[in-house]
């Protein structure tokens, strides 16, 4: 089992990394010191897999755990849903001592988070996430939060749990397509931070690919490390954590002019990404030979990396782009490279470049 730690202060917390952590889950808890009665909180597709294992972990450390389920999917992610788990909560008289153990994807992380975060004004909150995404992004950092019809993440707050922990071997139930996404974010972590990640998944991405554990280990543990220590010099999004948005601008708009039905997040940031690296080759002089090795890597995963837009959606990707909280003085911001493993944030881009890193 590996550990890292996100530093912030009286709130700090371990984000522990290994095979069949689930089971050690009732036990970490205890040490923790955290109330008797307990919630968790997941969707049907987790708790097909994973309910019996994680009720079993803390009933054994001696926890008296309800569980509570959603449906699968962004969709669940409502203040309607967050009102129905405060009236589970409320019902099994979960107090201010109680904890909550969200166990699941980002979906599950944020609203749990979130519930956690509100009732009785904030209980602890435990982490246990199962996508890769999840792992190696959501889970780290404290945002939660749930969608509004007007828009993604609208309502939400700063919560940090008191324990992260990543079961790697609930990656292995992970479709495919949703792993080869989380992968978008774990190359994004080499490109923004750490030239030595980069390298060695362009070593080590077959063995990625095979669920090779201690590979895994390694790559999602230097994964949370760097959003640790981003998160750790800017909790509140007022500077640096800005870097982690590399990519995401245009992702974002291609994932909202399609109305997040085509793309899974991660496919939207890589093609975002590339397209990225070609603005940064030509205006913050990232080289040439970078672009190529970040294009040919997200392609090694399998993610796309190009995309065929009609004049109509372009116009419709600027206007999405334009209403995005990045947004400064109508001018869109930017987070460029200027090699792999290093970035700049608040940079202003002519709409004319950005067109032409979509095009070819
Ligand atoms: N809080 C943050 O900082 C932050 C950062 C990035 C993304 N997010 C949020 O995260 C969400 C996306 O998270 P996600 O990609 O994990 O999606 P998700 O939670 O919807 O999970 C993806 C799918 O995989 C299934 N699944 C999860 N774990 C599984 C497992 N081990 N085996 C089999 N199936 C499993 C889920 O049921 C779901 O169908 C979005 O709502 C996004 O806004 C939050
Ligand atoms: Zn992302």
Same mark, same amino acid.
């Given at each position: 089992?590996? #550990? ?8 700090s ?6 095979a ?33 294992? #994680? ?30 788990? /405060? ?11 109680? %904890?909550?153990v969200?166990l ?17 004004? +904030? ?18 950092? +404290? ?45 994004? /972590?080499?490109?923004? /931070? ?14 990625l690919?095979?669920?090779? #554990? ?31 948005? %590399? ?26 990404q ?43 990707? %600027?206007?999405a ?7 400064? +003085? ?15 944030i ?15």
């Open positions: 089992m590996r #550990t890292v730690k996100v530093p912030l202060a009286e709130r917390y371990p984000i522990r990394i290994g069949e952590l689930i089971a050690e889950l009732g036990k970490q808890c205890a040490q923790l010191r955290l109330g008797k009665r307990c919630a968790v909180i997941s969707d049907a597709n987790v708790s097909r897999r994973y309910r019996k294992r #994680t009720l079993d972990s803390l009933k054994n450390a001696g926890f008296e755990p309800i569980f509570i389920s959603q449906n699968a999917g962004e969709k669940s992610k409502t203040l309607k849903n967050v009102q129905a788990c /405060y009236e589970q909560l409320a019902k099994h008289r979960l107090e201010r001592g109680s %904890f909550l969200a699941g994807g980002g979906v599950v992380g944020d609203l749990g988070g979130f519930v956690a975060a509100t009732y009785l004004r +904030g209980i602890d909150f435990v982490q246990v996430p199962t996508t890769l995404l999840a792992q190696v992004d959501s889970s780290v950092g +404290g945002k939660v939060g749930v969608n509004l019809p007007a828009g993604k993440n609208l309502v939400g707050a700063f919560y940090q749990p008191k324990l992260v922990l990543c079961d790697l071997d609930t990656l292995r139930t992970l479709p495919t397509r949703e792993f080869r996404a989380g992968l978008a974010e774990v190359i994004k /972590y080499g490109i923004i /931070y750490d030239a030595k990640l980069f390298a060695r998944l362009e070593r080590e991405l077959p063995k690919l095979k669920y090779d #554990t201690t590979t895994m280990a390694t790559v999602i543990a230097r994964c949370c490390q760097i959003k640790a220590e981003v998160v750790g010099q800017d909790e509140k999004e007022n500077g640096l954590r800005a870097i982690l948005n %590399f990519g995401h601008t245009i992702g974002h708009g291609l994932e909202a002019i399609s109305r997040y039905g085509k793309y899974l997040h991660g496919e939207a940031i890589s093609i975002g590339v397209a990225t690296a070609k603005i940064s080759h030509a205006v913050s002089g990232l080289p040439a030979t970078h672009v190529t090795r970040m294009k040919t890597l997200f392609s090694q995963a399998s993610l796309p990396t190009q995309v065929k837009l009609t004049a109509a959606q372009t116009r419709n990707l %600027f206007a782009m334009k209403l995005d909280k990045k947004v400064k +003085g109508g001018k869109i911001q930017f987070v460029l490279a200027k090699e792999i493993g290093r970035v700049v608040g940079q202003t881009v002519t709409d004319k470049v950005i067109r032409q890193s979509l095009l070819d």
